[in-house]
């Protein structure tokens, strides 16, 4: 679970960098929506690194342990309109249909959540509110990455997860920039690259 947390800061900071922002934390505003083990380790590492932190979820006990963190806790049916830099759904999927797209009061969508989109169009909604949206199975394969590590028949290493997590990163970098150069939605870039590097794969 750590490593999903720190996949998705990496990604974060590949996104800011996408939407021409500074690539620093402090003072950075960020919604994190779902306080879980991976939504927690998310709001811990962005108010270590100075962020403003707003965070919601179903469960008191969750919201407690963010508010303990020092996150301030928000109404989890608001938690997307709030108005920071990012919002980070962290919790259940299908998270942004069209009406939450279009209360939106972020720049970019980076969150751990699986399955983001409500619909394959709302990839498009948030494209045409020039939001930076980080796709989610791109970004939340830290935890994947650490499993598949494990399975390794030579053992786990911890070094080379590191390493593949913060790849994530650079990964991110491509998809952005692929995203722009041909006016696409970054989630059908990291779909075709995806489709492009298992067909390698399997020659």
């Known amino acids: 679970l750590p490593h999903t947390a720190d996949g998705v800061i990496a990604g974060m900071r590949a996104a800011l960098r996408a ?15 779902g306080c879980g083990h991976v939504g927690l380790a998310i709001v811990e590492r962005l108010i270590g690194a100075g962020a403003q932190v707003w965070a919601s979820d179903i ?21 997307h309109a709030q108005d920071v830099d990012i919002f980070a759904p962290s919790g259940v999927g299908a ?3 069209e009406r939450r797209i279009s209360e939106l009061e972020c720049v ?3 969150g751990a959540a699986n399955n983001q989109l409500a619909t394959p169009e709302d990839g498009m909604r948030l494209a ?6 980080a796709p989610d199975f791109v970004i939340n394969a830290g935890g994947l990455i650490n499993v598949s590590d494990e399975l ?6 911890a070094e080379r997860v590191r390493f593949r997590v913060a790849s994530i990163e650079t990964t991110l970098d491509e998809i952005f920039e692929q995203a722009r150069a041909e006016r696409r939605p ?15 794969g399997a020659r």
């Open 19 to 33: 939407a021409d922002r500074p690539v620093e934390f402090k003072g950075l505003r960020v919604a994190v929506q």
């Open 59 to 79: 469960n008191d006990e969750a919201c407690e342990q963010a508010a303990a963190a020092g996150a301030t806790i928000v109404d989890n049916d608001r938690i």
């Open 95 to 97: 998270i942004l249909d």
């Open 108 to 110: 970019i969508v980076a």
């Open 128 to 133: 045409e509110r020039g939001i930076v949206y």
């Open 152 to 157: 390794d028949s030579e053992g786990y290493n």
């Open 186 to 200: 970054p989630e059908a870039v990291a779909i075709d690259m995806a489709h492009t590097r298992i067909a390698a």
